[in-house]
């Protein structure tokens, strides 16, 4: 784990990268901070968290760290001890965590819970969606310590790196650490409801977008060409055929819509 800070004093702030070793968009977004150092507000802690997986380009070495916390310092695995560490490193800091993913292009956001927090800071940052995951929470990073995660983009693009840049620098700003202002954009909520299995197949299809509504009845998925119909309408969220192992993705219902507060004088 990379350890990195801007600033001084001790920081309430963090940004961490690389928690899944195969997406290095936030990767190069920590590192471009640290090349630009930015005069910051307010000290701003910068991790990276597996680096061994990154070294690999893999996910994980052992097991998701994102389903590994808390952790435990005498874990028998690389990322249970990593998820004990990086626990400690982050006590007390509002975390921002990024992501990329195999589902979809536009960056969105991943919340546990929607928060006071969630609904000031997420409607400041360039994203098409906040996702409420906490029936999903258990391991997660935002099981432990408080924190905003985004999927930045598609894993490996170029863009999802520009994506990073941008979003990191947007959070960064909207908790005031880097001057200036934020653009609000009325923000879709929603919340994950059902994981969608998928069984053992060679070849995997989805038939629908993400973040739009399957009406029931409608195929959405196919396992060696068998077909999976909606029995009821709902949202697929990070739905892709090949980006887990055993799942499609997720199942959501949509909340509400954050309304863009009118502009002060
Ligand atoms: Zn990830």
Do not use: W
């Not at 874990?75 to 001890?81: M, P, S, V």
């Not at 007390?92 to 546990?112: D, K, R, W, Y």
């Not at 409607?123 to 098409?128: S, T």
């Amino acid at each position: 784990m990379k350890v990195a800070q801007l600033g001084s004093g001790t920081p309430e702030i963090a940004v961490v990268a690389g928690v899944h070793g195969d997406e290095p968009c936030g990767v190069r977004a920590v590192e471009r901070l640290l090349d630009d150092r930015p005069t910051v507000k307010r000290p701003v802690k910068l991790i990276v968290a597996n680096e061994e997986a990154l070294e690999r380009r893999v996910r994980f070495v052992d097991e998701d760290l994102n389903r590994a916390f808390p952790g435990d310092p005498d874990a028998k695995t690389h990322e249970g001890q990593l998820a004990d560490e990086l626990v400690s490193e982050l006590a007390g800091c509002l975390t921002f965590s990024m992501h990329s993913t195999q589902s979809h292009a536009e960056p969105f956001a991943i919340v546990n819970g929607v928060s006071e927090t969630a609904k000031a800071l997420v409607p400041q940052l360039p994203v098409a969606a906040m996702v409420e995951t906490s029936n999903f929470a258990e391991g997660r990073l935002f099981s432990a310590i408080d924190t905003i995660e985004v999927e930045c983009g598609l894993q490996g693009s170029e863009t999802a790196a520009e994506n990073a840049d941008r979003l990191t620098r947007a959070f960064l700003t909207a908790v005031d650490a880097l001057p200036g202002d934020t653009i609000h954009s009325d923000l879709p909520v929603y919340r994950l409801t059902d994981v969608i299995n998928k069984g053992q197949a060679s070849t995997y299809e989805v038939f629908v977008d993400n973040f739009t509504q399957v009406e029931a009845g409608a195929p959405f998925a196919a396992a060696d060409g068998d077909k999976q119909v909606a029995d009821e309408p709902f949202y697929p969220v990070l739905m892709s055929s090949n980006g887990y192992r055993d799942v499609f993705g997720y199942a959501a219902e949509k909340l509400e819509v954050l309304e863009t507060p009118p502009a002060a004088d």
